[in-house]
């Protein structure tokens, strides 16, 4: 079956760092993407590994282990626009066409 | 902006009422995905298109949706005598590759409420 599991929801302060798990249990792996979706909006694309190891773009690191079925998302020095929802996703191959796989998303809040 | 756009932003409908969704995918990407999100979860796949062919369909997709991509280019989701629980964000995702690989990237969505 395919399973995806990230905490519901993540409290922390403006400027502080925030890590968000992910872990996935799932038929098939071709990579796994971060995404962030404010209330009300579409999913805009954060990062994406492959391959196991630290992607980092700004204040942005993902994070892969794929022998442990796990990935976390880094945020640095925080903003208050940041309060969104963070989506971990795994790409399936099975069938050839590469659907997503999402988790149900973890809620970030951020507080001055 | 991604460059997928979806026409309507929202709509409030009757149960058992039809709707139909369109989107416009990113210009010449010819991969095209349909998902739909409720409250709290995150998108469920329902389709793919690769060009005009529709390859895969999910589960989810009852005999009372549909999607169609007549040209290639745009698509639309269609359902059929809607149900309350039909309420949700439906979301289009087109195909960017780069070095980083295939990326998905979604149009705005199209809220659906059933009332």
């Known amino acids: 079956g395919q399973n995806i599991d990230q905490p519901t929801e993540m409290t922390a302060t403006e400027g502080a760092i925030v890590q968000i798990n992910c872990t996935y249990q799932t038929s098939g792996f071709n990579g796994l993407f971060w995404y962030q979706q404010h209330a009300g909006e579409a999913p805009t694309f954060l990062s994406y590994n492959v391959l196991d190891g630290l992607e980092e773009k700004g204040r942005f690191s993902s994070f892969l282990s794929r022998s442990k079925g796990y990935s976390y998302l880094l945020l640095k020095e925080l903003q208050m626009k940041d309060s969104a929802s963070y989506l971990c996703?795994?790409?399936?191959?099975?069938?050839?066409?590469?659907?997503?796989?999402f988790g149900a998303g973890t809620r970030l809040a951020v507080h001055p | 902006d991604t460059g997928v756009s979806q026409n309507p932003r929202h709509k409030i409908t009757k149960r058992g009422q039809n709707v139909t969704f369109r989107c416009d995918p990113i210009?010449?990407?010819?991969?095209l995905y349909w998902y739909r999100q409720t409250l709290g979860q995150g998108p469920e796949f329902l389709t793919y298109?690769?060009?005009?062919?529709?390859?895969?369909k999910s589960r989810l997709l009852s005999d009372r949706f549909s999607a169609e991509r007549p040209k290639g280019s745009f698509s639309t989701l269609e359902i059929q005598r809607t149900e309350q629980g039909d309420s949700a964000m439906y979301l289009c995702a087109s195909i960017v590759t780069s070095g980083g690989g295939d990326t998905q990237y979604f149009g705005p969505g199209t809220r659906l409420t059933v009332l």
């Open positions: 996703a795994v790409r399936d191959p099975s069938g050839g066409y590469n659907k997503l796989i």
């Open positions: 210009s010449e990407h010819n991969r």
């Open positions: 298109f690769q060009n005009e062919a529709q390859l895969e």
